[in-house]
């Protein structure tokens, strides 16, 4: 089976062709804000972008005869989670504005769709978009009736790693009860109950720990105060929670080596301080969810780009060890996860779900 897996994020996109389970061609793509800067509305860059994901394949002398095309999920509305066939009820929504958020990943159902569309047979695909929602009802209650709490986080890799671990350890996901942390430029925290995230942060825009570059659950009293203190518009605050926040605010960076750097080299107690408060937060915020769990948990999972320091795994490990096994998965393969998710529903092993 060939699959092409697109991953479209804000300064580039990525591609990977998979024959089976191997990857035979991987890419990076870069787009500088010159490239960018011509277009009004991330959807404008749909054409853009998958002609330089065509132009990558024939630069590699790969030829279009692929049997799925399987794009990065968007901010669409909340879904349970699994493999969906793209349909013109998704494409539609991801245009009509329902996406949460106007973000690079909306495109890659859009371009992965085009591109199959082209290709006799082909069939294309999103697996586990950010937007998974699989609360249970207590979740989704805040303590006012004007907002309930919805789940933005990394489900895609989370739920990969979660059925990796389950085959390394010879069972099923759908037989585990794990509590996962993905570290990344932002962080979620979910509680995996039997193959189902019961709770989950909304980690783009506003829950759950800072990060190096998210603010994090912020006292809401505070932040009204601020939205009417006329010293920022909406948009400058709105980058006050996701971009300039956590680490970034605090530091001037959200390069987590340069700052461990600060504090073993030129013994930064600021950053020392900083950095620790995070972790503080995100073991608290893994806690929470054994709360959720009953106590019952099999494994605590680590992963993202931030699970390969161990300044921040070694103290994550002395406050929370208590609680379960933790097992570090660093960095992720959203490539592969995106790959074998499309593999398996063409090998009958997973049955592709209706966007309605």
Known sequence: MKILVINPGSTSTKMAVFEDETSVLVRNIVHTPDDLLRFDDVIEQQDFRKQLVIDELQKADLPLDFDAVIGRGGLVKPLEGGVYEINDLMIQDTHSGIALHNHACNLGCLIAHEIASEIPGCRS??????????????????????MNRICIWHALNQRAIARRYAAEIGREYEDLNLIICHMGGGISVAAHEKGRAVDANNALDGEGPFSPERAGSLPAADLIRLCFSGKYNEKQLLKRIAGKAGLNAHLGTNDVKEIIRRIEDYGDEHARLILDAMIYHVAKNIASESAVLCGSIDAILLTGGLARSEYIVSRLRKRIGFLAPIRCFPGEDEMEALALNALAVLRGKRKAKVYE
Not at 126 to 145: F, H, K, T
């Open 125 to 146: 695909f999103i697996a586990d978009p950010g937007v998974v929602d699989e609360l249970n009802d207590y979740a989704r209650i805040s303590g006012s009736p004007l």
